[in-house]
């Protein structure tokens, strides 16, 4: 959270070129600190919005960047989705398609970067876009904003959770209790308590472990990197049909999803699979 510095109104212009200008001026004048540390900036250029920083950060910028991929999460989330590229187009869909999404992905970093590097508040996105927007709609645009946040969180949060579940059901019928059946049976209800059970495990981190989280934050970060080494070496490691071609890989269009025709639709349809990673 920030609490407010009583200022005077007239001195407070909101203006993302005017803060960023008045900071340098100020950095050169040795008015604010010119330490290059994040936190310093940061805090100093909060201090100009009419903010006092409230929150501790306990995470370096290398924490940062590893949080990011560990909140992709690339093994899980291309294993709950792989099977609609797949069969939605095939290999070229997969490819490409990861690409493409790369490149929006990469614009909407790029933007929500900057904007950030001027409102470095905690209301984050909702108080960009009253900041953003003509005051007559500040409200309706923060409101809007700050309840699709809230709501993509919760439904996001929710469906990782549903997943996870599966894969621990999955996990436990590695071992069978005869040929082809696993020793779990997976019905409905039970795939439902463990999702529960996994949802109140996460709460109760989030809500009593705070302390914890960067400890559990780094061990992710080597946890997400071991999955991705052992998906390699698994798949590498049981292609025993041998390897398509690099034209085939790479050119090869195939749609299972009764769309013979409808190629490209197919292709934007599908795009789900890298949004969702």
Excluded at 29 to 52: F, I, Q, W
Excluded at 70 to 88: F, I, Q, R, S, W
């Amino acid at each position: 959270m920030s609490q407010i510095i009583p200022q005077d109104p007239g001195t407070l212009d909101y203006s993302p070129v005017k803060a960023k200008s008045r900071y340098r001026e100020d950095l050169c004048n040795n008015r604010v600190s010119g330490d290059v540390s994040g936190e310093t900036l940061a805090d100093d250029l909060l201090g100009h919005l009419g903010y006092d920083p409230q929150l501790k950060r306990n995470r370096s910028t290398a924490h940062v960047a590893f949080m990011a991929f560990v909140l992709a999460a690339n093994p899980y989330g291309l294993a709950t989705t792989l099977n609609y590229p797949l069969v939605g187009g095939g290999p070229v869909n997969i490819i490409w398609g990861w690409l493409l999404v790369a490149l929006i992905v990469i614009c909407v970093a790029a933007s929500l970067g900057e904007i950030t590097s001027v409102y470095p508040t905690a209301g984050g996105v909702y108080y960009q876009a009253a900041m953003l927007t003509p005051p007559k709609y500040r409200a309706l645009a923060s409101w809007i904003c700050g309840w699709l946040f809230v709501v993509g969180n919760m439904s996001i949060t929710l469906s990782v959770n549903f997943g996870t579940a599966q894969f621990f059901g999955a996990c436990i019928n590695v071992f069978e209790s005869e040929s082809g059946k696993g020793v779990f049976p997976g019905e409905t209800y039970q795939v439902f308590l463990i999702f529960v059970a996994i949802t109140l495990l996460c709460n109760a981190v989030s809500s009593f472990g705070n302390r914890w989280l960067p400890w559990i934050d780094t061990a992710a970060i080597f946890w997400t990197f071991a999955g991705v080494f052992a998906i390699t070496i698994a798949v590498l490691a049981v292609a025993k049909n041998g390897r398509h071609s690099a034209a085939y890989v790479f050119t090869h269009f195939e749609t299972q999803s009764g769309w013979p025709h409808a190629c490209w639709l197919c292709y934007i349809v599908n795009r789900h699979d890298y949004i969702y990673v």
